[in-house]
T-cell receptor
Framework: EAGVTQSPTHLIKTRGQQATLRCSPI?????VYWYQQALGLGLQFLLW???????NRGNFPPRFSGRQFPNYSSELNVNALELEDSALYLC????????????FGPGTRLLVL | RKEVEQDPGPFNVPEGATVAFNCTYS??????FFWYRQDCRKEPKLLMS???SGNEDGRFTAQLNRASQYISLLIRDSKLSDSATYLC????????????FGAGTRLFVKA
């Protein structure tokens, strides 16, 4: 069974640009979660999608947004990039909602110059 | 105060040692508990779920104390390959489902 996949693996942008990150969940998983992990810091919850809808978001500004497609894949968009947005962005998926175990993809490393 | 707090690391132990990690959580409505392992520059991977009765998987034992809002992970007979960051994870469904990760405890196992 294929795991969670993310693309691109690395992304370099300049301040003010937009970044789009993609995630494909494990087959059969309907929930997708996005996390930000800045260097040396813990995982910070960004967004949770389930069945195509945003179910919850963390304490991030509105320039962090995303969506989930009918095939349950997901996109994270970060507008007006700032230097502090440089981080590893991890996507996880789970079966259904809530307390199910989350399985992580390898992440996208975003560098904002 | 963070909702999930872990022992500050790093822990430096010799091979074969027993090491214990502690984690406390502040929200009594928390319902699910996990330990994840994260290797350097890699994604977190589930190590084990934590059940109320405690559970064991080989050299790893997890305990949950709901009254004290405390979770522990014990690693016996440490191996070099156990070197990683261990993340305590708590999930709850109050005011919307949330998964909260602790900042992690770094473990170095040395020969």
């Amino acid at each position: 069974e294929a795991g969670v996949t993310q693309s691109p693996t690395h992304l370099i942008k300049t301040r003010g640009q937009q970044a789009t990150l993609r995630c494909s969940p494990i087959s059969g998983h309907t929930s997708v979660y996005w996390y930000q992990q800045a260097l040396g810091l813990g995982l910070q919850f960004l967004l949770w999608y389930d069945e195509g809808e945003e179910r919850n978001r963390g304490n991030f500004p509105p320039r962090f947004s995303g969506r989930q497609f009918p095939n349950y894949s997901s996109e994270l968009n970060v507008n007006a990039l700032e230097l502090e947005d440089s981080a590893l962005y991890l996507c996880a998926s789970s079966r259904g909602q809530g307390m199910e175990t989350q399985y992580f993809g390898p992440g996208t490393r975003l560098l904002v110059l | 105060r963070k909702e999930v707090e872990q022992d500050p690391g790093p822990f430096n132990v010799p091979e074969g040692a027993t090491v214990a990690f502690n984690c406390t959580y502040s929200n009594s409505a928390s319902q699910s508990f996990f330990w994840y392992r994260q290797d350097c520059r890699k994604e977190p991977k589930l190590l084990m779920s934590v059940y109320s009765s405690g559970n064991e998987d080989g050299r790893f034992t997890a305990q949950l104390n709901r009254a004290s809002q405390y979770i522990s992970l014990l690693i016996r007979d440490s191996k070099l390959s156990d070197s990683a960051t261990y993340l305590c994870v708590v999930a709850r469904n109050t005011g919307g489902f949330k998964t909260i990760f602790g900042a992690g405890t770094r473990l170095f196992v040395k020969a």
